[in-house]
């Protein structure tokens, strides 16, 4: 079984660029979540998909935006970076929505905004 | 007022110890909740998760849910230098959307 993967590994982007962030959820997965994580600071929830649809947002503004594919890997996309974009992303897969609480992260990708 | 509160550190304890790691919230609907285990430059590793109160044993590791006081632990027996990792606690009321304290920063010292 193969656990969910994140590409790249590292970014580094200029304030002001677009970056798009993937993610391979784990086999069987249809439900994945993105999360931000400032350094010294826990996950904050982005925003979640199933089954190709959002299903629930956080706190985090339009330029942030995501979708989900037949297969249902994911990507992240962020416009116009800010410096305090700086994070790790990471996102997670569980295996249905209602299980959302058993979700199995990636390692991250770092984006390094300057 | 933050959703979690957890006290960041950093723990540091001697091998075999018994290691008590806690976290506050103050949204009384909040009824899952999660441990996970981050090494550095890693992606959290779930540990244990918990609906509504009461405790769960899973090995070394007990995790515990009190609703009233608004208050979850986990308790990690026998303490290994492996064990040394940064713990966040994460929670929530819809089971979709989680909120994570900051972590514990532990070291489990041989």
């Known amino acids: 079984e193969t656990g969910v993967t994140q590409s790249p590994t590292h970014l580094i982007k200029t304030r002001g660029q677009q970056v798009t962030l993937r993610c391979s959820s784990q086999?069987?997965?249809?439900?994945v979540s993105w999360y931000q994580q400032a350094l010294g600071q826990g996950p904050q929830f982005i925003f979640q998909y199933y089954r190709e649809e959002e299903n629930g947002r956080g706190n985090f503004p339009p330029r942030f935006s995501g979708l989900q594919f037949p297969n249902y890997s994911s990507e992240l996309n962020v416009n116009a970076l800010e410096l305090d974009d700086s994070a790790l992303y990471l996102c997670?897969?569980?295996?249905?929505?209602?299980?959302?609480?058993?979700?199995?992260f990636g390692p991250g990708t770092r984006l390094t905004v300057t | 007022q933050k959703e979690v509160e957890q006290d960041p550190g950093p723990l540091s304890v001697p091998e075999g110890a018994i290691v008590s790691l806690n976290c506050t919230y103050s949204?009384?609907?909040?009824?899952?909740f999660m441990w996970y285990r981050q090494y550095s430059r890693k992606g959290p590793e779930l540990l244990m998760y918990?609906?509504?109160?009461g405790n769960k044993e899973d090995g070394r590791f007990t995790a515990q849910v009190d609703k009233s006081s608004k208050y979850i632990s986990l308790f990690i027996r026998d303490s290994q230098p492996s064990d040394s990792a940064t713990y966040l606690c994460a929670m929530g009321d819809t089971g979709n959307q989680f909120y994570f304290g900051t972590g514990t920063s532990l070291t489990v010292i041989p």
């Open positions: 997670a897969s569980s295996l249905e929505l209602a299980e959302t609480y058993e979700q199995y």
């Open positions: 086999s069987g997965h249809n439900t």
């Open positions: 918990t609906y509504s109160s």
């Open positions: 949204n009384s609907a909040f009824q899952y």
